[in-house]
């Protein structure tokens, strides 16, 4: 149980720093994607910032209740990415799997990290 936790963690926490990383460094193109979906693009870089702060705190384990936080953060901002791309008639993307590997990762987590 506790290696399907850890390979879901990572790669919850890498699809999340792959993520992040594309709004630091391609950010004209994220602005364009949150434009076409209608979301608003001042809140590209303060997201990636919360993404990597969401890893650390994930990954390091040691305020519980921040790490609920940030696993409910990851949860929203997964659905509404899904649901963004789903209504732009987009394929089925990174984030519908993240979804997945996310509750894999929060469920083994529960168990596994108390």
């Known amino acids: 149980m506790k290696i399907a936790y850890w390979i879901a963690t990572i790669l919850l926490c890498a699809i999340m720093v792959y993520s992040a990383q594309m709004y630091f460094f391609k950010t004209e193109m994220i602005k364009g994607f949150f434009e076409s979906f209608n979301y608003p693009t001042y809140i590209v870089i303060p997201l990636a910032i919360a993404k990597i702060l969401g890893v650390v705190v994930i990954l390091t384990n040691k305020v519980k209740w921040l790490k609920e936080w940030a696993y409910a953060g990851f949860f929203?901002?997964?659905v509404l990415a899904s649901l963004a791309h789903h209504y732009a008639d987009h394929p089925v993307g990174l984030s519908v799997?993240?979804?997945?590997?996310?509750?894999v990762s929060y469920t083994l987590g529960k168990k596994v990290r108390p």
């Not at 799997?97 to 509750?103: N, P, S, W």
């Open 76 to 78: 929203f901002d997964l």
């Open 97 to 103: 799997y993240a979804i997945i590997i996310l509750i």
